[in-house]
């Protein structure tokens, strides 16, 4: 019995996320990655601006869910000094190429290429979608995990407060 | 002398059994640590076997989230059982019903199914129905389902509550899953005046883990209870001419090991292996393995073959034949000794915009499945005086996710 | 000798490889998830529990994609 115990916390302990990933009120890790266009960019070009990025992935359903909402929310906010970042790490492009012409509306913001999973581990990305929200100084202010159809309204309300900062609280 | 025996005799779907399988299939569905796809799912499947027993049984099953960490399932399913060599008084077995006695037995069906809306001429001569709901809430990286499923027919009735947890570990990469499920059966045979209970009940546990990109196991046991009647009242026992009812132990303790393998051949094939070791305390042992192989034909459809073998000990009270009645008697050829094989056929169609089968875009899936089933007892069937049991399982699904 | 098992599984359990969820594009695939279909596996389980005299130790879990 004693053997079970120790190795049930065994597991449990190897089951704990080490936190090294990057926090909520952090600086965002700055990173380069090439866009589907094959332009070269970073995360730093959009300093000044309220950046979401999206990790994303063709096979991933809850993702395929959320891309026409962030296309919606992009094309809604873009003037507002809002910029969407879609990190695919599809392993072959042209799947995730597959599944973009597939949209009504394809997205207009930049879709970057992350098929060595170099950005995804830089943030330590533990669930397909992840959504990240970062302030215009460069800081992590919401993290999303998955996506419902409820997420939607949170999205809406969370950017509203980083495009009108003096609006803005803690985040949670 | 042979006697004309229900439908049920043939014993290829006892009631409260498939509500026990639709559970277990909704507890694997909530270990995949996400709540399942909003979907609707319609089945029209059919079964056909060399004992002239045919069941039709067409099924839907609704998923759909309320929230974020909450989803619904329903579902409600009709069984509708023919049996032509029973209505013709075993004519396919040994011996035929010429009694008046027999024919009266005969009578009496025919005007129990015509009670319940199934009369002579009518194609079917048992009708289940069958109706569920189920819960399923995210806890953190967890989940948990409660279901609960009421079966009904004429002569049985089930109640099953079942409940399910899991738990991810190691960024998700391993997953371990308990289950409860408790069934409140009532036993009402047509050619008794009596009524039973039955209860069972089953505690499970599974561990999944992901080895690689390319590979997924998972080792999985169960641990049933059984207790109050568990033979079948319209199966007869004949010692030295007289035809006695089956006594069977008022408990049953059952349990199963398991191991499965899933892994990636090529990028567009799979191939899953698998084992499972049962034994009870009724002394029935069985060994079951089963190769199952998946393959894109093209980017929208999925053909998958799969082979199962079984080997199967004897009950400890179970004989071909008795000299004189024991404290336990059977007939049930599920407690002889035998082997059976299975061989089966599946196809996925995706929709698809570019294709007629895709009118509903690409969330609409098509499943066809057939299965050839060979089992072979060492004792022959008290019915019909055959080892052998042919049978062919047809099924068409329509899944629609939304 | 269940003891040596059981410590076997649970060293299995504690992750001896650890995939990252944005790395499962492969076990997200249908043809590598263990029961794609709960429902079309419930009703074959179904049929064979009851031609057959045993039961049990079924079930449905996959590694899954690492969606949220």
Same mark, same amino acid.
């Given at each position: 019995m004693k053997i079970i115990v120790g190795l049930l916390i065994l597991v449990t302990v190897f089951g704990v996320r080490v936190d090294a990933a990057p926090q909520i009120g952090q600086v965002a890790p700055d990173f380069e990655c090439v866009t589907a266009d094959g332009q070269t960019v970073r995360l730093s070009d959009y300093r000044g601006k309220v950046v979401v990025l999206d990790f994303w992935a063709s096979w991933c359903g809850p993702c395929r869910e959320e891309m026409p909402?962030?296309?919606?929310?992009?094309?809604?906010?873009?003037?507002?000094?809002?910029?969407?970042?879609?990190?695919?790490?599809?392993?072959?492009k042209k799947n995730?190429?597959?599944?973009?012409?597939?949209?009504?509306?394809?997205p207009a913001f930049s879709i970057l290429l992350d098929n060595e999973k170099k950005v995804a581990a830089l943030y330590e990305i533990e669930t397909m979608p992840t959504t990240i929200f970062i302030d215009p100084q460069g800081i992590i202010r919401y993290w999303h995990h998955g996506f419902t159809k409820s997420h939607k309204k949170e999205y809406r309300e969370e950017l509203h407060l980083l495009l009108n900062p003096d609006k803005r609280r803690v985040a949670k | 002398m042979l006697r004309a025996r229900k439908v049920e005799d043939v014993g290829v779907v006892k009631r409260g059994g498939f509500a026990f399988g639709w559970v277990f299939c909704l507890c694997g569905?909530?270990?995949?640590?996400?709540?399942?796809?909003d979907e609707i799912q319609i089945n029209f499947s059919n079964y056909f076997d060399s004992f002239d027993v045919a069941i039709i049984y067409p099924s839907v099953t609704l998923t759909k989230k309320m929230s974020k960490s909450t989803s619904v399932t329903g579902r409600y399913l009709v069984d509708m059982v023919s049996a032509a060599s029973i209505k013709n008084a075993g004519s396919s077995g040994e011996g035929e019903a010429s009694s008046d006695e027999d024919e009266e037995y005969q009578t009496r069906v025919d005007a129990v199914t015509s009670a319940s809306g199934y009369g002579e001429g009518s194609a079917f001569d048992d009708v289940r129905y069958e109706a569920g709901l189920g819960f399923t809430q995210l806890v953190g990286l967890g989940t948990m389902s409660v279901n609960g499923i009421f079966s009904r027919e004429n002569d049985y009735q089930s109640a099953t509550i079942a409940s399910s947890l899991s738990q991810s570990f190691a960024k998700k990469n391993t997953t371990i899953g308990v289950g409860f499920v408790r069934s409140w059966d009532t036993?009402?045979?047509?050619? *008794?005046? &009596?009524?039973?209970d039955k209860n069972v009940t089953t505690l499970s546990a599974n561990v999944s883990q992901i080895l690689s990109t390319r590979v997924v196991a998972q080792v999985l046991g169960s641990y049933t209870t059984e207790s109050g009647y568990l033979a079948d009242a319209y199966q007869q026992v004949t010692i030295n001419g007289e035809d006695l009812d089956p006594?069977?132990? +008022?408990? $049953?303790?059952?349990?199963?090991?398991?191991?499965? #393998?899933? !892994? $990636?051949?090529?990028? /567009?094939?799979?191939?899953?292996?698998g084992y499972r070791y049962y034994w009870d305390? &009724?002394?029935?042992?069985?060994?079951?393995?089963?190769? %199952?192989?998946?393959?894109?034909?093209?980017? %929208?459809?999925?053909?998958?073959?799969?082979? $199962?073998?079984?080997?199967q000990g004897r009950a400890s009270f179970f004989k071909p034949s008795y000299d004189q009645v024991e404290t336990f008697i059977t007939t049930d050829i599920k407690l002889d000794s035998g082997f059976s094989n299975e061989l089966q056929f599946d196809l996925t169609i995706h929709g698809d915009e570019n294709n007629l089968l895709g009118f #509903?875009? +690409? /969330?609409?899936?098509?499943?066809?499945?057939?299965s050839l089933y060979q089992r072979h007892s060492d004792t022959p069937y008290w019915f019909n005086g055959? *080892?052998? #049991?042919?049978?062919?399982? !047809?099924?068409?699904?329509?899944?629609?996710r939304f | 000798m269940k003891k040596v098992v059981l410590l076997m599984l649970l060293c299995l359990a504690s992750g001896c490889a650890t995939v990252q969820p944005y790395e499962r594009e492969g076990l997200s695939d249908p043809i590598m998830i263990l029961d794609e279909n709960a429902i079309e596996s419930g009703r074959k389980e179904h049929h064979l529990d009851y031609r057959e005299g045993t039961k049990g130790a079924t079930g449905a879990q996959s590694g899954g994609c690492g969606c949220g």
């Open positions: 909402f962030l296309v919606d929310l992009y094309r809604e906010n873009r003037e507002k000094g809002f910029e969407v970042l879609g990190i695919n790490i599809d392993n072959k995730m190429e597959k599944f973009l012409t597939k949209l009504e509306d394809r | 569905t909530v270990m995949a640590q996400a709540l399942p796809e036993v009402s045979p047509e050619t *008794k005046d &009596w009524e039973r006594i069977h132990p +008022d408990n $049953r303790v059952r349990k199963a090991a398991a191991g499965r #393998l899933k !892994f $990636r051949l090529t990028e /567009k094939s799979s191939m899953q292996v305390d &009724w002394d029935v042992t069985s060994h079951t393995g089963s190769l %199952n192989y998946k393959r894109y034909l093209s980017s %929208n459809v999925i053909v998958g073959l799969g082979v $199962r073998s079984y080997l #509903l875009g +690409d /969330k609409i899936q098509y499943n066809l499945s057939v055959s *080892k052998d #049991l042919l049978s062919t399982d !047809f099924n068409f699904g329509i899944r629609y | -």
